[in-house]
């Protein structure tokens, strides 16, 4: 009588030791169709009421309706962790433009965010400690971080965060652009139209590129995740 885990000779693992697939982490780290469409719901809400109507109803109906959203997910007893990102993001933008009287800042703290991230991005990749290798330990591959001794892996991880950061800038930078010309409902069709949709392409590429690197590099030993 044998005990541990079972692994068929062709299949592999057994099911509860299967590594996610590909579309699986990313649906996984999006919130699923689901969740890219809930947490774009309120800022859908305050670009339009705020446009047909002025700034302090379009905050209220933005904020009631991520609280709707998040208590909605805890009645139903799904996860809640992308709904209370979402909220807390819209409660902080409200709450400044709601204090400043400027529809604008509601999309400020967005943009301080991103500088604060693709700076660190970038820091990360000047010191050889590319944050996306680490997140990448930590969401996917359970906590290891073999890749640190891979140099391909670890330059690669290096240059798919130089990517990540570049794209995070530009983004930020076409929303900063827009802030400081005043243009508040480009603004808010910019935040849509450059959230989930970038978003999306570098995971699909930061996934592709870190799962054939490391076939080519440790065929036997695949790093977890991948």
């Known amino acids: 009588m044998t005990t541990g885990q079972h692994t068929d000779p062709e299949t592999g693992p057994a099911d509860d030791d299967r590594l996610p697939s590909m579309a699986e982490q990313m649906a ?10 809930e947490s774009s719901i309120p800022v859908v809400v305050f670009v339009i009421a705020n446009v047909l109507g002025e700034l302090r109803p379009a905050v209220i109906a933005s904020v009631a309706v991520a609280l709707l959203i998040a208590g909605l997910r805890l009645v139903q007893r799904r996860p809640v962790r992308h709904a209370v990102n979402g909220l807390v993001g819209i409660a902080i933008g409200a709450a400044i433009a709601w204090r400043t009287g400027d529809e604008r800042d509601f999309y400020l703290p967005g943009i301080l965010y991103g500088i604060g991230y693709g700076l660190a991005l970038l820091l990360s990749a000047a010191i050889r400690q590319p944050l996306v290798g680490w997140i990448w330990s930590v969401l ?3 906590g290891r971080s073999e890749w ?4 391909r892996l670890v ?11 570049v794209v995070w800038l530009a983004k930020v930078g076409v929303q900063a652009g827009l802030y400081l010309a005043h243009q508040d ?8 139209a450059l959230g989930y949709p970038p978003y999306a392409l570098l995971l699909l590429i ?5 799962r054939r690197v490391t076939r080519e590099t440790a065929p036997s030993t695949p790093l977890p995740g991948a």
């Open 140 to 142: 996917v591959a359970k």
């Open 206 to 210: 930061t996934v592709w590129t870190v």
């Open 185 to 192: 409902t480009a603004l808010g069709v910019a935040r849509l």
């Open 155 to 165: 330059r690669t991880f290096t240059q798919l965060t130089v990517l990540w950061g």
């Open 148 to 151: 640190r001794d891979n140099p």
């Open 28 to 37: 996984d780290q999006l919130g699923g169709w689901r969740g890219l469409v």
